[in-house]
């Protein structure tokens, strides 16, 4: 069955507007046509048009052997278009005929929303983290109570549906394949962890471009949301009136209430705001900072913090299991719930800024490439189709 398999992949999440989840989709995407087997054809999802030139303006990124014709393996790909928003209930009713009408051996969905009606036989998922499993209620959403109710009510049982209809189910790290199986102890034989991969920045192939950052910062990369915790690092510059902080973060539901904790706090001199920047700009923000922050209460994986080793940059996170798994020793720890202990690593910052230490940790970095998470997850489609054949003989 490995053979000659036309397999599915749902990238309409793909792209760095979304974040991690669109980095690791973007960049499985890219890598596929170049890595799966030869007799495999792959059938993109897109929500539209401009994801697949986002794609294609990253071909540069692949290290394609000499000679290799691009367009020969990006001919393997047939693109369907479907402009259908995630988490709703368009999803729900139209995503399993569009799957359906593309003839697929194997389906994967990167992400928990499979819809509950998908008849392909043979589905990956990938599951980031089960944040909404964990951090529940009305300090995590700026919904209505009823509203927040029956889209968590949703998310349940999408989510249910998702881990025990696969037949194997990626996570991004042994933490958030542990929490799977505490939640779906059932499923537990079905998770393989496989890890992100981090993008190579070069400032050297970047056009000329200009940020506005203090000559000292702190950096923040992320969303706002209430597990990142980004309200410890507005008490710590309460408390201290000579740090500075750079955030990096679209617009969320949670951006106007962090701006009025800014005001309250009387920060506004002390916080640049970015919005969304490039991968030029962030590899510069990362070269220039005294730290990236991740004062995260949970995390699926880390991304951001193993962009900065692998840019020179330090990092500072919160002592806990995911940056532990991931980053081993090479970060500076904190107790997230402490701003004392956030402000003592700070001062830390200066004995761990050697060149032994900016050295190990881009060595570190170096060993989650996106090509070895591409690899291992041809390998799982593998198994699956392998496992299916045999069933079927």
């Not at 309460?238 to 617009?251: E, T």
Request: aromatic share 10%.
């Amino acid at each position: 069955m490995s053979q000659n398999a036309t397999i599915g992949i749902d990238c309409r999440l793909a792209g760095l507007k979304n974040a991690g989840i669109g980095r690791h989709i973007l960049n499985l995407c890219l890598r596929l046509p170049f890595m799966a087997p030869g007799e495999w054809r792959l059938v993109y999802f897109l929500a539209d048009k401009a994801q697949w030139a986002e794609l294609m303006s990253h071909l540069s990124e692949i290290n394609l052997p000499a000679g290799t014709n691009a367009q020969d393996y990006l001919g393997r790909v047939q693109t369907v278009i479907a402009p259908i928003k995630h988490y709703t209930l368009q999803e729900q009713r139209q995503m399993p005929a569009i799957f359906a009408g593309a003839n697929l051996d194997l389906l994967h969905v990167p992400h928990f929303n499979l819809p509950y009606l998908t008849k392909i036989p043979r589905v990956v998922v990938t599951i980031h983290d089960l944040l909404w499993h964990e951090k529940k209620g009305k300090d995590v959403t700026t919904l209505p109570a009823w509203q927040y109710y029956l889209k968590y009510q949703g998310y349940k049982i999408i989510t249910k549906h998702a881990v025990q209809s696969a037949r194997a189910i990626i996570t991004p790290s042994k933490t958030i394949g542990e929490t799977v199986g505490r939640f779906y102890p059932q499923v537990k034989n079905k998770i393989r962890v496989i890890y992100n991969g981090v993008n190579d920045f070069h400032l050297d192939n970047c056009p000329p471009f200009y940020l506005k950052v203090p000559e000292q910062y702190l950096l923040y990369v992320g969303s706002l949301y209430p597990h990142k915790n980004v309200g410890l690092l507005l008490q710590a510059l309460a408390q201290n009136r000579d740090l500075k902080l750079v955030i990096v973060s679209a617009r969320d539901a949670f951006w106007e209430q962090t701006q009025a904790q800014i005001k309250s706090h009387q920060l506004e001199s002390q916080i640049t705001f970015l919005g969304q920047v490039n991968d030029c700009q962030l590899s510069y923000l990362y070269a220039h900072a005294q730290a990236l922050i991740q004062p995260s209460l949970s995390e699926g994986f880390g991304l951001t913090g193993i962009e900065a080793m692998r840019a020179g940059c330090l990092v500072m996170a919160s002592d806990i299991p995911i940056f532990q798994e991931i980053y081993g020793r090479n970060f500076v720890k904190f107790d997230p719930l402490d701003v004392n202990s956030f402000l003592q690593s700070v001062q830390d910052l200066r004995r761990w800024r050697t060149p032994e230490i900016i050295a190990a940790n881009r060595q570190l970095a170096a060993g989650y490439t996106w090509e070895r998470m591409t690899e291992h997850t041809i390998q799982v489609y593998q198994e699956v189709l392998g496992s299916s054949a045999a069933q079927n003989t």
